[in-house]
């Protein structure tokens, strides 16, 4: 299913918030091997610390039976301002909320609910999915196919145009100028 712009939105305010040195993040962990729990967005940094952030965007998506994976010392909703003043007295008082890419809410420390280990394989497996995306994007041949389409379309665009101003000739012969003004 595609995201909502919503949905990307609130995917680069948390990107945005958390891209600092020392913290490594990635959106989609699934935990564990064959996991059904999967986190919306995760981060580890350099002090051994796991955040996990849960994205909603409705009050439905909030309020829905899907499990909200929070696996982490610190624990978040990123949401739009309009949902928080919706749902703030359903939010447990121990997870934080981020909005518009700022805490609004800070998250009280947990202890971890999964093996550490298991954390860093998710988030290890989710890293590679993630940079095997971009390597496929990065394809030579793919980008020689898509650049000789643009060739194509250039060439044909430029026939076109050279037709156009045959015709154009063609029509100031036969009607005189005065008709083409």
Known sequence: MAKTDLTLELERNIFSATNKQGVFGCFEVTIGWFGSERVDFLTYDTKGIWRCYEIKVS???????????????????????????????????????????FCKKRAKKQELIIDEEVLKNSLIRSLARESQKIYKADNPRIID??????????????????????LQHEVREKFGARWWA
């Open 59 to 101: 009050v439905s998506d909030f309020r829905s039976k899907a499990k909200n994976t929070f696996c982490g010392h610190y624990n978040y909703y990123v949401m739009p301002q309009e949902l928080f003043e919706k749902v703030e007295s359903e939010i447990p008082k121990h997870i934080g909320v981020y909005i518009n890419g």
């Open 145 to 166: 196919a898509m650049n000789r389409r643009i060739n194509h379309a250039e060439k044909t665009m430029q026939e076109y145009r050279r037709q156009y101003r045959e």
